[in-house]
């Protein structure tokens, strides 16, 4: 089944959530689809890559919002059987002093032109194991530290051994965020020097090999992002073969810092936008962190409506999304809004689907869908209740907020009442809902069919940010603080528009908010010209979607990490 995967040399692309499909719920958010976008761009491209991650047979979780606006977290299983394959080797890794055994589903991505890229979903819930450690792999980013750690060391140390075992030859190792940075530690004991060679003072490992063969893609300035683990727990659940005094040395002496381990055993470090890229050279000082800033998959983000338009009108598109440049002179005005209208349309059925809420066509929709947390500031847009109900009375528009906050996340779940709570207070003036359990379909929707994406996280804490690229390969122009990636895509009053400077105040930029929408953007959108609107829309697509994909992304990572 894997033989023609394993004869010619690949990239083994590590990540803790991968979103393959919206049945397949082993992702929580913007990391988890990006890992998706890169292997299917791969796959396009026919690059050599395997995809390593967790199966999550639990999910992250399903969603349920109950009358008071409060999130509910429920288990999200999906049986692996209906969408991969099982696999017959099984590699054991040590835990608590037992052995712990992983198997692995195959899932495999197809491309385009017949590329394949095979994915592997580790799996412990294996007759082999105990109940307890049947478990850690059912549920993303579950339980506790101990949880945490545990399913850090089925990933890294597990994963790497698998591709052993199934015969894949690995020229480079590529981790995408820290936790899988323990596959640098099984590496390290790979190519240990043998003791009986060694003279006194020289040391065990061939640390320069494994940094040559490892990149590290961090994600986030958040601290929150960044796993660390107490090393009295470190010393109870890890295997006692590896040297816990280099790993002190290469991961920090008070904690095992995941983030600290993945950039001493990388030798290419990259942050995901320009701006992420300054911050966490600040962040790390003594690493040399590059940019590449994200992109997502062009064939997957577009509406059916805007891909049979790119077909038409620019084709090979798809292959070459740079050809989306083209958009603002081979488009006719007329085609832009029709396949619009179309996505819009195709929204405002999944709103009434999912809520009962009836949306007019011919009002603008405002949306606002990412993971609920407090630095996204998702309650920004009610911080003046009576103006937002003035511009709207001048101007009328609609809401959709969407988005999960992480169970332990207090603060973000209290967002999410908040936000019901406003959408309650704006009855019959401004129509608004919130989508429960956003997933690949709901985004799907949400992208394509409003008319303004908005974004509001709190400076420099958006590291990049993806949903405004697939808006725009909608011809979704985003109305967003200049943070992440939107610091190298707005071109102000071309591509969308920025809410305030480069200097956070929640207080400012909630009227820089305001002012854009009363002064500028549904005055636009209004005007008895439809052409100075739709304008917008084309140079979102030829200006931003040509540039902002994964394809790009990963011919970057594929000349500047992997074959440098």
């Known amino acids: 089944m894997l033989e023609k995967f394993t004869h010619s040399p690949r990239v083994a692309y590590f990540s803790m959530e991968i979103a393959l499909r919206n049945e397949i719920p082993t ?97 412990t819930d294996l007759n082999e194991n105990s109940p307890e450690d049947r478990e850690l792999t059912h549920y993303l980013y579950g339980g506790d530290s101990t949880y945490r750690l545990k399913q850090e060391i089925v990933l890294g140390i597990g994963g790497v051994r698998l591709l052993q075992a199934l015969g894949f030859t690995i020229f480079h190792y590529h981790m995408n965020e820290g936790h899988s940075a323990l596959l640098g530690v099984e590496l390290l ?3 240990a020097y043998p003791l009986e060679e060694l003279r006194a003072g020289e040391p065990h490992y061939d640390i320069p090999r494994v ?22 727990l470190v010393n109870r659940v890890f295997d006692n073969t590896f040297d816990l005094l280099t790993i002190r040395h290469l991961a920090g002496e008070d904690s095992l810092n995941m983030t600290c381990l993945a950039l001493n055993l990388s030798e290419y470090v990259n942050g ?26 062009p064939l997957t983000w577009a509406a059916d409506s805007f891909r049979e338009l790119y077909n038409t009108r620019i084709p090979g598109w798809h292959h070459e999304p740079e050809l989306l440049i083209r958009a603002e002179c081979c488009i006719s005005d007329e085609a832009i809004w029709q396949a619009h209208q179309q996505a819009k349309t195709a929204l405002i059925e999944q709103i009434f689907d999912l809520t009962g809420a009836r949306f007019d066509l011919n009002i603008p929709i405002l949306s606002f ?77 949400v992208v394509a069919g409003s008319d303004v994406w908005l974004n509001t996280p709190l400076r420099p804490y958006e590291a990049s940010g993806t949903s405004g690229m697939k808006a725009a390969i909608n011809g979704v122009p985003s109305l967003s603080v200049l943070d992440g990636w939107w610091i190298e895509g707005c071109i102000e009053g071309i591509t969308g528009w920025a809410i305030g400077n480069m200097i956070s105040s929640n207080g400012s930029d909630a009227i820089a908010l305001y002012d854009k929408l009363e002064q500028v953007v549904l005055p636009l959108y209004y005007h008895q010209d439809a052409s100075r609107w739709i304008k917008v829309m084309k140079y979102a697509i030829s200006k931003n979607a040509s540039y902002f994909n994964s394809h790009r992304m990963m011919r970057r990572y594929l000349i500047e990490a992997y074959t440098r």
């Open 27 to 123: 992702y929580a958010g913007g990391l988890g689809v990006l890992a998706g976008d890169m292997v299917r761009s791969a796959a396009d491209l026919m690059l050599p890559m395997v995809a390593i991650s967790l199966v999550s047979r639990a999910g992250y979780f399903r969603q349920k919002i109950d009358e008071q606006g409060h999130q509910v977290e429920l288990p999200d299983f999906w049986q692996p059987e209906l969408w991969a394959k099982p696999l017959d080797a099984k590699v054991a890794v040590t835990i608590e002093g037992r052995l712990v055994w992983i198997g692995a589903w195959l899932y495999l991505v197809e491309g385009l032109s017949g590329g394949k890229q095979p994915v592997l979903l580790l799996d």
């Open 189 to 191: 004991h790979r190519y």
């Open 211 to 232: 940094r040559e063969m490892c990149s590290f893609t961090t994600h986030t300035p958040v601290e929150a992002g960044h796993d660390r683990f107490d090393y009295a």
């Open 272 to 297: 995901v936008a320009k701006s992420h890229a300054d911050i966490s050279n600040k962040m790390f000082p003594g690493y040399q962190v590059h940019a590449i800033t994200n992109g997502v998959h």
């Open 369 to 445: 869908a990412r993971r609920m947390t407090a630095y996204k500031r998702p309650d920004m847009l009610f911080t003046d209740m009576e103006r937002l109900k003035r511009i709207a009375r001048q101007y009328p528009f609609q809401i959709v907020m969407s988005g999960k906050a992480h169970p332990s996340d207090e603060g973000g779940k209290a967002l999410i009442a908040e936000l019901h709570g406003y959408a309650n207070q704006l009855a019959g003036i401004i129509p608004t809902v919130y989508l429960p359990n956003y997933n690949l379909d709901i985004a799907h929707g």
